[in-house]
């Protein structure tokens, strides 16, 4: 067995307890509402900014409950998140203007009211650069890079 310095042990166990969140690269989001998107209604939609790691484990998992506890959560996570709110017509197109601390975040996540369960899912923009959401009739579609 090869010896190592005492520093170097030192060193590797103060940096495995220092994991932190990284930050997300997202720079542009665009919304598409399709003609008859969210069964030809409005559709709200919230693109949520998360910028601790509290606010992010005590966000809801889908559209209807975020919804629903929207101003509870608001208020009681203050600064640990900001939200861009917007109303899509179907056949819109809406760059989502991004709020000044957006490069602090380490979370972004979409809530939407759809009337469809197969669009009320939460989605997760963090991993994206540039992001498009896609409002079709029945659905939400994802794409990014």
């Not at 889908?62 to 640990?80: E, M, S, T």
């Not at 900001?82 to 017509?89: D, F």
Request: glycine share 6%; hydrophobic share 45%.
């Amino acid at each position: 067995m090869r010896a190592y310095p005492i520093s170097l042990f030192v060193l590797l166990s103060t940096l495995v307890g220092c994991s932190t969140p990284s930050k997300t690269a997202i720079d542009s989001i665009q919304v598409v509402a399709e003609s008859g998107a969210n069964q030809n209604t409005t559709t709200a939609l919230d693109i949520v900014f998360v910028y601790d790691a509290t606010s992010a484990g005590l966000l809801p998992k889908a559209g209807p409950d975020w919804f629903d506890k929207k101003a509870a959560l608001i208020n009681g996570l203050a600064a640990g998140i900001e939200v861009v709110s917007l109303q899509v017509a179907p056949e819109m197109i809406v760059n989502v203007p991004l709020p000044k601390r957006h490069n602090d975040a380490f979370g972004v996540y979409s809530f939407s009211n759809y009337i469809a369960a197969a669009g009320q899912a939460r989605g997760n923009l963090t991993a994206y650069k540039t992001m498009t959401i896609r409002l079709t009739p029945d659905n939400i579609v994802y794409s990014g890079r």
